[in-house]
């Protein structure tokens, strides 16, 4: 079975500061990793995916994760906060056929001036 | 991208009514559909999965009675919520798979309030 759990509900930060949304996940195969942004009333947007290529995955509006098989963590990291960045981010695990997804539970991030 | 629609955004319904949602993919052929919930300040919870042309399948715990998914077509699948109550009141997301080992895509969204 897969799980994906997100370390923080909420995050807080100053804009221009750096940014670690926590995620650790459970597969008992190796898994297709994904980080999700949800604006208020809005759908799901991709900001990257891992798919056993390169351990250190770059995603669109500057952010990025890290896999780590070891630590079974996949965190995501932007160097610098945008106050646009105020959202809603679920990291999620699937099978290799992406035909289930499991969401965390999200990590609300917050940007403050 | 390639691009998936919901329809509608919003809806408010009365008690006991039937609400229909469609999802639709623009610029693809979509052979597996995936229909979400999503309680306020929650995460999503996969309802069903529906493939073109056979039934859906409904994750435990979910009333394929009352949560009738469709998917006639490459390009459409529908979610009707039936004699709807106000706990079923929710934020509700499809997702359009293209083929196996790609990526999905999300549409917007259907909020819907059922006083």
């Known amino acids: 079975a897969q799980s994906v759990t997100q370390l923080d509900s909420h995050v807080s930060v100053s804009e221009g500061t750096p940014v670690l949304l926590r995620c650790n996940y459970s597969?008992?195969?190796?898994?297709?990793l994904f980080w999700y942004v949800q604006h208020p009333n809005k759908g799901l947007q991709l900001l990257l995916k891992?798919?056993?290529?390169?351990?250190l995955v770059k995603g669109i509006n500057g952010f990025e994760a890290e896999f780590k098989k070891s630590e079974t963590s996949f965190h995501l990291t932007k160097p610098s906060a945008h106050m646009s960045d105020a959202a809603e981010y679920f990291c999620?695990?699937?099978?290799?056929?992406?035909?289930?997804?499991?969401f965390g539970a999200g990590t609300r991030l917050a940007v403050h001036p | 991208g390639a691009v998936v629609s919901q329809h509608p955004s919003w809806v408010i319904c009365k008690s006991g009514t039937s609400v229909k949602i469609e999802c639709r993919s623009l610029?693809?052929?979509?052979?597996?559909m995936f229909w979400y919930r999503q309680f306020p300040k929650q995460s999503l919870m996969l309802m069903a999965t529906?493939?073109?042309?056979?039934?859906?399948?409904?994750e435990q715990g979910v009333e394929k009675d009352k949560f009738l998914i469709n998917h006639a077509s490459l390009t459409l699948s529908t979610l009707t919520v039936t004699s709807a109550h106000p706990e079923d009141s929710s934020f509700y997301i499809c997702?359009?798979?293209?083929?196996?080992?790609?990526?999905?895509?999300f549409g917007q969204g259907t909020r819907l309030t059922v006083v």
């Open positions: 999620v695990v699937s099978d290799q056929s992406y035909n289930k997804l499991i």
């Open positions: 597969s008992s195969y190796s898994p297709s």
């Open positions: 891992y798919t056993s290529a390169a351990t």
């Open positions: 610029d693809f052929q979509a052979t597996t």
């Open positions: 529906s493939n073109e042309g056979s039934k859906a399948t409904y």
């Open positions: 997702s359009g798979l293209r083929t196996v080992n790609t990526e999905a895509f």
